[in-house]
Every structure is written in C-alpha cells, then in structure tokens.
C-alpha cells in the first residue's frame, strides 16, 4: 500500500422506511428550512412525497419546492434552485431522486453562499468555500453521489459537462432504502449496473500502482453488480438484490476502492461527457458505448491487469476475451455498446473529440487524450 489519506463525512442511514425518518436527521442540524429538491412527479404519485413532507412537518421544518431536474442535469436548473435558495433563505437542501438529482443540488449548494456565478466552480476560477448542508433520499443508485463530494452539470449554452469536487457539499446524512429503487425502468436498470463498473474500473485498469486488497474490493464491487443486476431484471421487487445493488453503486465513489492506489485517472467519464454534453444520451448508456472501446485502445498499457479483471470477474484468461465479455454483457442486458445505437454517425465524432479534449485539462489527461487519441477510441465503437 502506498501513502493515502482516507475521509468520509456522510452518514448513510439504510433500510426499510427510513425515509420517514428524514426530518430527525435534518432537524439534528438545527436546520428550519429546506428547498426540496426532485426530478419528475413520480415521487408525488408514489406517495413519497406526502411521506417526506410529513416528517419534515413533524420536526416543524419548512420547505420551499424545486422540482423538473433531469437526467444529465444542467445549469439553468441549478441556476434557478440557487436563486430560490437564496429568495427563501433556506439553511438546508433535501434532495429526493437519483444522482442528477443530488449533483444539482449539492451545486445550489454552494452557489448559495456564493455572490458570483456558480460556474466559477465548475471552471475552477473560485474554490469552494462554503456551503448550505446537504441530505438525501436515493430512488435511484448509480453514480454514488449520496457518499462523495463531486457533481456534474451540463452547461446548455456552451456544450461543457464539467464537474466541482469539495468536502463541502458531501452530504450529511443519505437514506438509502431499496424499496424506494423497485419502480425505476428496466433502461435505467442496466445503465446504473454501467456506470457503477465504469466509476469501479477507472482507477483499477489506469493506476500506475494497484494494491491487490483495493483490487479485490473493485472486483467485488463489480460481479456484484452483474449478479444483482440479472436477478433484477428476473425480478423487480428482490428485495436483497436491490440492496446489495444499491450498496455497490455506492461504494464505487465513495473513496473504498481507491486508497493506496497512485496514478489513476478517469478517461472513460472524460469521452462520456463529451458524448453527452453534446447528444443529451444517458450516461451510463453512454459509458457502456465507450468502455469497450477504450478497453480495446488501451489494454496493452496494463496487460496483466485486464488479464485478472478476464480472470477474477468472467473466468476467462485473455485480455481481449475479458474485454469481449464485458461488451457481451452489456449487449445482453440491453445497454448499448455502438455509436449507431444513438444514431450517432462517424461524421459525428470529431466534434465529440474536440469537446473532450477541450475538457481533458480538468482531469489531467491533456497530453494523453489528445482529440487524434480520442478520435481514435471513439472510432472502435462505431
């Protein structure tokens, strides 16, 4: 194991109705007003809605509505969450949905307390410095937003999908309850189970040192997923599958499959921002399009490594037969895995390249992922 530093703030409150319980774990921060934040109506048709309301009524807490958030959330949204924030003088945010949902709301978060432009953190002209606390109800797992300190958004206008890391806009306190995950779609379903392996394998196949034990707990993480995701699809309302599912998802980004690891760096979110900052595709379809591919560019950087990853997860000896399971996989499950899926045609890609590019500097890949590298990645999923 190499040097690290290890620090999670968030408390994950799991289980059964906990939901209902949202009230006393925001009121435990002396908080007396919060903007509700959600994506569709679905919560409202639900029930759960009437449910948060109520134990927030219980605990005399206010709250103030920001409704409509969508997949790939952008910034006119968190722009107008930040201006409601600011006219009611909430002191807390309650985020109710999936990672969207909490990415902008730990963006309105910071852009509170802040005079200039909330965009100033996503470019890094201005550090955070401070933020209204944050809580959370999942009802979807994917991204593991509910346990980390990172956001994304989409800037409409100049086609940017760029993201802000800070301590100050972890969640204080996440419910995760897998009942609440039963209904989301069989489509989102399948591009969670994409996006939790994609958050677990950046580091495991790009890290120029890997301990084996963080090694190992990527490895489980992952034929989790896979196991969990086809009993779910098989049923629904499996309980015990939905809650590993939903654990998995978590600890892909919450720090646990990252300590002592050096060098490792995110390219495949890199190119799948690209992607979806400029054809609004959901992400994880999006990832399972450009995983393969980027598999197949850079395999033979780390040979031995995709070498266990054949092994350890599909049984297999080769790298290239790992990586075309991997593919099979996704195709069986129902995520797609080629450009002609979205109908995006090869006249397409060269402005996808230069938009990654474009954003390489913010993850450290400039000199590696040029657009010709990009370019030719995006070329092996056509």
């Known amino acids: 194991m190499r040097d690290f530093t290890f620090y999670n703030p968030t408390r994950v409150e799991f289980g059964k109705d906990k939901e209902k319980q949202i009230g006393a774990y925001i009121a435990e921060y002396g908080i007396k007003k919060v903007l509700l934040t959600y994506g569709s109506e679905r919560i409202k048709k639900d029930g759960l809605f009437d449910k948060v309301v109520a134990s927030l009524q219980a605990q005399n807490i206010e709250y103030v509505e920001l409704g409509g958030i969508q997949s790939n959330p952008v910034l006119s949204k968190v722009q107008e969450g930040i201006e409601l924030a600011k006219k009611e003088a909430v002191d807390g945010l309650l985020a109710v949905g999936g990672g969207s949902v909490l990415d902008s709301t730990k963006a309105i978060a910071a852009g509170a307390l802040y005079d200039g432009d909330v965009w100033d953190f996503f ?17 979807l797992a994917a991204t593991g937003s509910e346990m980390n300190s990172f956001a994304v958004v989409t800037n409409e206008e100049t086609k940017q999908k760029y993201f802000i890391a800070s301590p100050f806009v972890a969640p204080k306190v996440s419910v995760i309850n897998p009942e609440l995950q ?30 084996d034990l963080t090694a190992s707990y990527v490895e489980a993480n992952i034929n989790t997923v896979i196991k969990t995701t086809e009993k779910l699809l098989a049923n629904p309302q499996d309980y015990d599958a939905r809650g590993e599912f939903a654990w998995a998802a978590t600890n892909a980004l919450n720090g646990i499959t990252y300590p002592g690891i050096e060098g490792a760096v995110s390219p495949n979110h890199l190119i799948e921002h690209a992607i979806s900052a400029l054809h609004n595709v959901p992400h994880g379809a999006g990832l399972s399009v450009v995983m393969p591919a980027w598999m197949k560019w850079f395999y033979k950087e780390n040979e031995a490594q995709f070498e266990r990853f054949a092994k350890n997860i599909f049984g ?13 996989w996704f195709n069986k499950i129902g995520s797609p895995t080629r450009f002609s899926q979205f109908d995006i045609q090869e006249s ?35």
Not at 352 to 376: H, R
């Open 123 to 139: 470019t890094f002209k201005a550090p955070i410095e401070k933020a209204l606390p944050v809580f959370d109800i999942m009802t």
């Open 182 to 211: 039963s209904s989301v779609s069989k489509d989102y379903l399948v591009y969670s189970a994409v996006d939790i392996i994609a958050h677990s394998i950046e580091g495991y196949f790009t890290a120029t040192y890997h301990p």
């Open 316 to 328: 297999l000896n080769s790298a290239l037969e790992g990586i075309k399971a991997l593919e099979d």
């Open 348 to 382: 397409d890609l060269d402005a996808i390249a230069q938009n990654a590019y474009a954003t390489s500097g913010f993850f450290g890949l400039s000199e590696k992922y040029t657009k010709e590298k990009v370019l030719e990645i995006l070329k092996l999923a056509l």
